[in-house]
C-alpha cells in the first residue's frame, strides 16, 4: 500500500526556521515526483513546487520560488519543504502527493497534511 | 501562468440531483485535467484524470469530459457522501501546475 506520512503539526515564530517532511512507503521512492501543496486557512489548493526523487531536481512556481526549499534524501526514502525564515502569512497545512501509473503529473497519493502556525 | 476559473464558487443541491461544475483554462491544456474531492480536515481525493478517466474506486455516478479550456465535472445523482468542495487541476504546462479555486457543494 502506498503511503505518504507527514512530520506533526509545527508552532514557530516569525524569522525562524522550519524543515517538514513527508516520508513514502509501499512504492519505489524515486519513481515519482513529489509535490508539495499549500492550503491556507479557509482557502483553496496552492500547488507550490516538485522535486525528482532520482536526481533532486526542482521545480517551483513562481509565487513559492525564494521562499522555499524543496529537497529529498532518496536513502531514507523521505522528501523535505523547508523555510528560513517563516512569515505569519505562511500559516496553512501543507501537503505532500504523488502521482502514479497514467497519472503522472496529477495528485494520486496524499500524505496526511502537516499544520503550520506562525505567529508571534 | 496558466488561469484555472471553476464555475459555481458554491452550488447548492439535494441528494438524487444531477450537478454539473465547470473548469475552464486561460489557455489550451488538451486533456490534462484532474478534479479531486476535498472534505474538511482531509487530503484531496483524486477523481478523475486525463480529464475523464474515472479513478479506480471512484462511483460511477462522477464523470468528466471536455478538451482544450472547457471542462466539466458531472455527479449524475448526488448523494449524501458528495457534499465536499471539488477542485480542478491542469498538469499541462511544463512543471507549472495550478488548481482551480474550488466549488463547495452544499445540501440545499
Known amino acids: 500500500e502506498v503511503q505518504l506520512v507527514q512530520s506533526g503539526a509545527e508552532v514557530k515564530k516569525p524569522g525562524e526556521s522550519l524543515r517538514i517532511s513527508c516520508k513514502g512507503s509501499?512504492?519505489?521512492?524515486?519513481?515519482?515526483?513529489i509535490s508539495w501543496v499549500r492550503q491556507m486557512p479557509g482557502k483553496g489548493l496552492e500547488w507550490m513546487g516538485r522535486?525528482?526523487?532520482?536526481?533532486?531536481?526542482?521545480n517551483y512556481s513562481p509565487s513559492f520560488q525564494g521562499h522555499v526549499t524543496i529537497s529529498a534524501d532518496k536513502s531514507i526514502s523521505t522528501a523535505y519543504l523547508q523555510w528560513s525564515s517563516l512569515k505569519a502569512s505562511d500559516t496553512a497545512m501543507y501537503y505532500c502527493?504523488?502521482?502514479?501509473?497514467?497519472?503522472?503529473?496529477?495528485?494520486?497519493?496524499w500524505g496526511q497534511g502537516t499544520l503550520v502556525t506562525v505567529s508571534s | 501562468d496558466i488561469q484555472m476559473t471553476q464555475s459555481p464558487s458554491t452550488l447548492s443541491a439535494s441528494v438524487g440531483d444531477r450537478v454539473t461544475i465547470t473548469c475552464r483554462a486561460s489557455?489550451?491544456?488538451?486533456?490534462?485535467l484532474a478534479w479531486y474531492q476535498q472534505k474538511p480536515g482531509k487530503a484531496p481525493k483524486l477523481l478523475i484524470y486525463?480529464?475523464?478517466s474515472l479513478e479506480s474506486g471512484v462511483p460511477s455516478r462522477f464523470s468528466g469530459s471536455g478538451s482544450g479550456t472547457e471542462f466539466t465535472l458531472t455527479i449524475s445523482s448526488l448523494q449524501p457522501d458528495d457534499f465536499a468542495t471539488y477542485y480542478c487541476?491542469?498538469?499541462?504546462?511544463?512543471?507549472?501546475?495550478?488548481f482551480g479555486q474550488g466549488t463547495k457543494v452544499e445540501i440545499k
Open positions: 522535486i525528482d526523487p532520482s536526481d533532486s531536481y526542482t
Open positions: 502527493a504523488i502521482g502514479g501509473e497514467r497519472c503522472t503529473s496529477c495528485f494520486r497519493y
Open positions: 487541476q491542469q498538469y499541462n504546462s511544463y512543471f507549472l501546475w495550478t
Open positions: 509501499g512504492y519505489s521512492f524515486t519513481s515519482y515526483w
Open positions: 489557455q489550451s491544456i488538451s486533456s490534462w
Open positions: 486525463k480529464a475523464s
